[in-house]
């Protein structure tokens, strides 16, 4: 093979990882592809900026019709947000430029439209970078596991989130503290809300429900809680009744729907995702031949990333290859009927008889008791933490509804799923 020419969409963090990575194993990534890669043009904001990467100068451009698309083999698309990258994506499908993309949220809101129109125009488009950064987690899922149904993923997707909880729950310091902290490692963005509130993750988890179960999920129709609310009290019950806080995704193929969430749950802590702390990312699959596996690394960060975007740019050169999984895909109801045992944490008033008049309740509702905490504060009030047997939440929800009216009830705290 020649050389090859190459045009970039963005010149930021995974741009410049992209380009490292290259300049770094130049050596061996020019061996695997037989020649040198060119890159020809980068697109970027300001084109003027100084940049920390080895390009000269006159590669960069402001304008899109600047690119010379029709000299370009791949067009490598690292800008992000929907628009305009949605829009320079199809016009480099449409003048036949094969494609790679590191990003999640165009790849889950439009990505079905932009892998059909690849199919049609006979070129490949690939964006493993887009979930798990540089973690193989997708070319894993449609390739490595081809041969099996996938039935479950359950995921720590993403970083900064993960990287909160951690310093919550070895430290002790509040939700507000280890965000602070997160911010200052730039783990967290200044605006934290798109990781915070689990939309990041709702995205990754949506382009892994079509990879994995071949099944469209818009991100909205995805169940979606942040970590906000948890609080340090939550973390120390759950550590005590052998659990931990984590922000998963979960995703299960079910014979007439697909069940896909992102919410903070406990996990017990001798589940292997339960060891995944810091910034790292885990996937576990369940395949219906292989049984269980679980990949963990870097979710984010420049190079990882970067590498990861190479190695797509890599296999569209070499084998001329796109992801076996992405273009089978149909649409299936996604539900959330989140049959699962429950942690739920209220304040009563510390009267006799409150513990078995709750009790009675959820038991009254068909919901039987795994494990109760109750500890004197010394004051009126009391905290009260059950964990529930398996449980539909549309029932749990109900006997709680009828908890809380109850006068001695002050307030339920916390809801969360429970893993084991
Ligand atoms: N950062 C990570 O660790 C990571 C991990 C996995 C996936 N991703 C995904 O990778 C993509 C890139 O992320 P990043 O962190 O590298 O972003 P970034 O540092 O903000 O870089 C974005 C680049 O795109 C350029 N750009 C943005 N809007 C543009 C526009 N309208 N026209 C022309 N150029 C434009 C910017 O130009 P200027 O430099 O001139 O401003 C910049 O070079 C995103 O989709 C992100 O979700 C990132």
Redesign the pocket.
């Known amino acids: 093979m020649g050389k090859k020419n190459i045009v970039i969409?963005?010149?930021?963090?995974?741009?410049m990882g992209f380009v490292n990575t290259y300049l770094m194993n130049r050596e061996t990534i020019e061996g695997k592809l037989g020649g040198p890669l060119d890159i020809r043009k980068v697109?970027?904001?300001?084109?003027g900026?100084k940049r920390p990467v080895d390009l000269p100068g006159d590669r960069y451009t402001?304008d899109f019709n600047d690119l010379n698309l029709e000299d370009a083999d791949v067009v490598v698309e690292?800008?992000?947000?929907v628009e305009?990258a949605f829009t320079y994506i199809k016009q480099a499908i449409e003048r036949g430029c094969h494609v790679v993309s590191?990003?999640?949220?165009?790849m889950a809101k439009r990505g079905d439209e932009l892998i059909r129109l690849a199919d049609e125009k006979g070129v490949l488009l690939r964006y493993e970078?887009?979930v798990g950064?540089g973690i193989p987690l997708i070319n894993t899922i449609t390739d490595g596991l081809a041969s099996n149904r996938v039935i479950k993923m359950m995921g720590i997707l993403n970083g900064t989130t993960n990287y909160i909880l951690t310093r919550m729950t070895r430290d002790r310091i509040s939700y507000e503290e280890a965000l602070g902290q997160a911010k200052s490692l730039g783990f967290a963005e200044a605006d934290p809300t798109a990781d915070v509130e689990g939309f990041d993750a709702a995205y990754k988890l949506a382009i892994l429900s079509r990879d994995a179960f071949g099944v469209v999920a818009r991100p909205e129709e995805i169940t979606r809680q942040g970590i906000k609310e948890i609080s340090l009290e939550d973390i120390e019950y759950g550590l005590e009744l052998g659990y931990k806080i984590k922000l998963l995704a979960l995703g299960e193929k079910k014979k007439e729907h697909v069940e896909l969430s992102v919410q903070p749950a406990l996990i017990s802590v001798d589940h292997p995702v339960a060891s995944v702390n810091q910034e790292f990312n885990a996937l576990f699959v369940e395949g219906n031949s292989l049984g269980e596996i679980m990949l963990y690394g870097k979710g984010?960060?420049?190079m990882p990333?970067g590498s990861a975007v190479m190695t797509d740019v890599m296999e569209i050169l070499i084998n001329g290859r796109k992801t076996i999984g992405s273009c089978k895909e149909k649409k299936m109801p996604i539900k959330n009927i989140g049959l699962s045992p429950y942690y739920v944490r209220m304040e009563v008033l510390d009267s006799p008889g409150v513990l078995g008049q709750i009790a009675m309740i959820f038991g009254e509702q068909g919901i039987s008791l795994d494990s109760v905490v109750q500890r004197a504060k010394g004051s009126e009030v009391a905290p009260l933490v059950f964990i529930t047997h398996d449980v539909k939440r549309e029932c749990l929800d109900r006997a709680l509804e009828e908890i809380e009216a109850r006068e001695y009830v002050l307030k339920i705290q916390s809801i969360l799923k429970v893993v084991r």
């Open positions: 969409l963005g010149m930021g963090t995974v741009g697109l970027v904001s300001s084109p900026k402001g690292l800008m992000g947000g305009p590191a990003n999640k949220e165009l970078a887009s950064g984010a960060g420049g990333t």
